[in-house]
C-alpha cells in the first residue's frame, strides 16, 4: 500500500515499477488498471505513460482509495497483481487577501464643496 497526500487543489502522479518476489525488475502485460474504490478523488492516465497515473484529489479534505491492478502473465493467460494507494487530501489554506479598492467616494461628516455651499 502507498500512502501519499496533497491539498484539495493538487494532484499526485503515481508511478509504478513492476518488481518479480526478488526485487528485480518485471514487466506488466498491458497499462495499469486503475479504480477508485472510496471517496470522491479521480485519476487520470495519459496512454503513453501506461505505468503512471495522476491521482486526482476531490473538492473536499479526506481520503481516497485507488485500486491499481495489472496482469502479470505477458502470456495469454492471466494472473492479477494488485496494490492500493490512498490518497489523503487536506484543504488548500488562503495564500493572500485578494484585496481591490473601489472608487473613492466622500467620507461621512465631510464639509460640503464651496459650489455646493453658495446654493
Given at each position: ?77 492471466t494472473v492479477l ?39
Amino acid at each position: 500500500m502507498l500512502n501519499i497526500a496533497c491539498t484539495n487543489e493538487e494532484q499526485v502522479p503515481v508511478t509504478a515499477t513492476p518488481l518479480t518476489a526478488s526485487g528485480r525488475p518485471a514487466q506488466v502485460d498491458g497499462p495499469l488498471r486503475i479504480t477508485v474504490q472510496a471517496g470522491t478523488g479521480t485519476f487520470t492516465q495519459d496512454p503513453a505513460t501506461p505505468l503512471v497515473f495522476k491521482a486526482v484529489s476531490g473538492d473536499e479534505p479526506g481520503e481516497t482509495t485507488y485500486l491499481v491492478e495489472a496482469d502479470a502473465d505477458l502470456g495469454a493467460g492471466t494472473v492479477l497483481i494488485q496494490d492500493t494507494v490512498v490518497l489523503a487530501v487536506g484543504g488548500a489554506m488562503a495564500a493572500s487577501f485578494g484585496l481591490a479598492a473601489g472608487a473613492a467616494e466622500p467620507k461621512p461628516g465631510a464639509p460640503l464643496s464651496a459650489r455646493n455651499r453658495r446654493r
